[in-house]
């Protein structure tokens, strides 16, 4: 007979977590990629176990079939656009230099006409270009390797967005967010 903590226990060991989400994404926007446990955790900067572990938990939430090691992008999309904001709320740090994020990174940089004085959503990293307030990403390491792939910097940036932006900014996340997993499902 399980005892109520460990009943807990096991619901809470079974939640998703912020960096599963960003293992997801990063799967889901690079859908040729083949990988290993060991190739991918090298790639996003995770353990392998933490990886493992993320993957059976997206599987339990019906975001990750195991069997097919496949992103169930159509769950994924419904539960990023209106679901994360909720789960992983983004909150406003101190101003940082970083790398731009949300409706400061592309591609709703391009869509949005910004005040010159309007602060700017931004990820702490050495190399960053831009100074703004802080936003913690979904995982810490999210800029070393947003560096050198741009497609996961964008839904990065696109799903801060939503979690932390005004109607107009997630409107337009969500619209992009459809672009990048809702075409192929």
Known sequence: ???????????????????DLYV?????????RRWTFSSLSQDLLIS?????????????????????RRVVKSSLEEFVIHGVRYAFPAEK????????TSFAAPP???QLVLAG????????????????????????HAPKVCWRDHAFYEILALVDAIR???????KLAAEEIHKRLGKSR
């Open 1 to 19: 007979v399980l005892c109520y903590d460990e009943i807990l226990y096991s619901r809470i060991s079974n939640m998703l977590l912020e960096q």
């Open 164 to 170: 932390e932006g005004r109607a107009r900014e997630r």
């Open 24 to 32: 997801l994404l990063n799967l889901a926007v690079n859908p040729q």
């Open 48 to 68: 392998p176990s933490q990886l493992h572990l993320g993957l059976n938990r997206a599987n339990l939430s019906g975001l990750y079939h195991l069997d097919d």
């Open 108 to 110: 709703l940089k391009m």
């Open 117 to 140: 004085d309007t602060s700017i959503p931004v990820w702490d990293d050495a190399e960053g270009t831009a100074v703004g307030y802080s936003i913690k990403p979904l995982h810490s």
């Open 93 to 100: 740090g101190p101003i940082i230099r970083g790398m731009p």
